[in-house]
């Protein structure tokens, strides 16, 4: 679900600030009441109005160092390996069962690339900025 533009949410400020009732402005604007209320609420005590980031999920690997590190050193020595036998290895050495997709994108975050039938590397200076070796 994505939060409301900040300009639906002026809009909606608007419409109440012409003496349209609250119960209308839900009608027509399509929100709920306690949606209006808190709109209300941030601009009276000063807050921004605009919708905040969202922070989405703290990924399954490499969230730490010595994660990126393990992955790296599993893709080098397992450079043929499918996505799903990289999952086996992952599971069998740090005890955790991830999806293909999520192997994928953890791949795909160290700068690793699928060439015929191979994971490559990415290259030196990439390198270190993903394990954290560098700027």
Same mark, same amino acid.
């Given at each position: 679900?994505y939060a409301y533009s900040k300009d639906l949410?002026?809009?909606?400020?608007?419409?109440?600030?012409?003496?349209?009732?609250?119960?209308?402005?839900?009608?027509?604007?399509?929100?709920?009441?306690?949606?209006?209320?808190?709109?209300? *609420?941030?601009?009276?005590?000063?807050?921004?109005?605009?919708?905040?980031?969202?922070?989405? *999920?703290t990924p399954t690997i490499g969230s730490s160092?010595?994660?990126?590190?393990?992955?790296?050193?599993?893709?080098?020595?397992?450079?043929?390996?499918?996505?799903?036998?990289h999952c086996e290895l992952w599971k069998s050495?740090?005890?955790?069962?991830?999806?293909?997709?999520?192997?994928?994108?953890?791949?795909?975050?160290?700068?690793?690339?699928?060439?015929?039938?191979?994971?490559?590397?990415?290259?030196?200076?990439?390198?270190?900025?993903?394990?954290?070796?560098?700027?």
């Amino acid at each position: 679900m994505y939060a409301y533009s900040k300009d639906l949410r002026l809009k909606i400020l608007s419409a109440l600030d012409r003496g349209v009732p609250r119960r209308e402005a839900v009608r027509t604007f399509g929100v709920s009441i306690a949606t209006i209320e808190r709109y209300v *609420r941030r601009r009276r005590h000063g807050g921004d109005l605009a919708p905040r980031s969202s922070p989405g *999920r703290t990924p399954t690997i490499g969230s730490s160092v010595e994660e990126r590190r393990a992955l790296w050193k599993q893709l080098e020595e397992n450079d043929a390996a499918t996505l799903e036998r990289h999952c086996e290895l992952w599971k069998s050495t740090q005890g955790v069962r991830v999806s293909i997709s999520t192997m994928s994108r953890a791949i795909r975050r160290l700068g690793w690339s699928r060439k015929k039938d191979r994971w490559v590397p990415p290259n030196e200076t990439r390198q270190q900025g993903v394990l954290g070796e560098g700027g």
